[in-house]
């Protein structure tokens, strides 16, 4: 005779598996979330917007004859992301107002902006290399501003967007005395192209005086003029100290850029010699009746030829 199964024992199991179902949790997948791509931004990390932006094809619907002519081609078009609401803010709200007839909205235009407003939109993605240390240099303490120099829709220039074709051209706007020296018959080459005003100048610096390029005056010329540089056995004071002694640098009447016509530039210094070699008065010059052999087609370096410094034994003379 077969024995049968007890029947509360067979509840009781229906009962525990039934118990041990409802504290079991749900199952959860334990894979990561995929990895951003490297350099991407994550929602916490992304800037703010400034408003919604057009894509440049859609404002150059409006403003191609003006302002596309030579900004398609740089690189805030071609490189940056919603490029013209980067500056000019909410140009979608713009572009629905000017259809509606409601206005121009809140487009922000850099022609009304003080120079301090403009300098700190540009500043906001130029805050490196030597634009830097624009903050507190001269050319900021006068009230200029990025746009008194560049254009980013209207620039002439083959580099940096300037107003004018060259470099030179724009500097003088504001340094026309500099101009002038440079049309003098002894000068750098500056008119002809070969250099620039940033040749020698950095506009955007405030670390040296002049906003040279060098720590000093002589270091700048000894880029390029390096047989100059020495170090000498015999030197010449003037020389070490400053080139600018000697010579005035954006342009001169006199050869080499000199301040002054030998030997009267020596003589500045060099009052007692033994030649003699200072004129005296009336009586030496070329209308006088006793006209020094040295007023006319003679100076100093006919014999002291290297003023600059020498390894000669004849240096204190700076014969050859």
Not at 236 to 264: D, M, Q
Not at 292 to 316: D, L, Y
Request: with cysteine; aromatic share 6%; charged share 20%.
């Amino acid at each position: 005779m077969t024995k049968s199964f007890p029947w509360f024992v067979a509840l009781a199991f229906v009962a525990l598996t039934f118990s041990a179902g409802a504290q079991t949790p749900p199952a959860t997948s334990t894979a990561s979330p995929p990895a951003p791509p490297p350099g991407a931004k994550t929602t916490a990390e992304a800037p703010a917007a400034s408003g919604p932006g057009f894509d440049i094809a859609e404002c150059q619907a409006c403003h191609a004859d003006t302002l596309f002519t030579n900004f398609q081609h740089t690189y805030h078009a071609r490189k940056i992301a919603r490029s013209c609401a980067e500056c000019h803010g909410d140009v979608a709200t713009h572009a629905r107002m000017e259809l509606a007839g409601e206005g121009r909205g809140p487009v922000i235009s850099m022609k009304t902006m003080a120079a301090d407003q403009v300098n700190a939109k540009c500043m906001s993605c130029h805050d490196r290399g030597r634009q830097a240390n624009f903050h507190g240099g001269v050319h900021e303490r006068r009230g200029l501003s990025c746009t008194t120099c560049h254009s980013i829709h209207a620039f002439q220039s083959q580099r940096a967007q300037l107003k004018t074709p060259r470099a030179a051209e724009t500097c003088y706007n504001c340094h026309p005395q500099v101009r002038a020296q440079g049309m003098r018959q002894s000068h750098h080459p500056v008119r002809e192209g070969k250099l620039d005003c940033g040749s020698c100048h950095d506009p955007h610096s405030n670390a040296q005086r002049g906003l040279l390029k060098a720590e000093s005056i002589n270091d700048l010329c000894y880029t390029c003029h390096t047989d100059k540089r020495g170090p000498f056995l015999w030197e010449h004071s003037p020389v070490r100290e400053n080139c600018t002694n000697c010579h005035t640098p954006h342009g001169s009447n006199h050869e080499r850029l000199l301040v002054a016509k030998l030997p009267w530039l020596c003589q500045r210094c060099h009052l007692s010699t033994r030649h003699p070699g200072s004129l005296y008065d009336l009586r030496n010059t070329t209308v006088g009746s006793n006209t020094s052999n040295r007023a006319i087609e003679h100076g100093c370096r006919n014999c002291h030829n290297n003023v600059h410094g020498t390894n000669a034994p004849s240096g204190p003379y700076f014969g050859r």
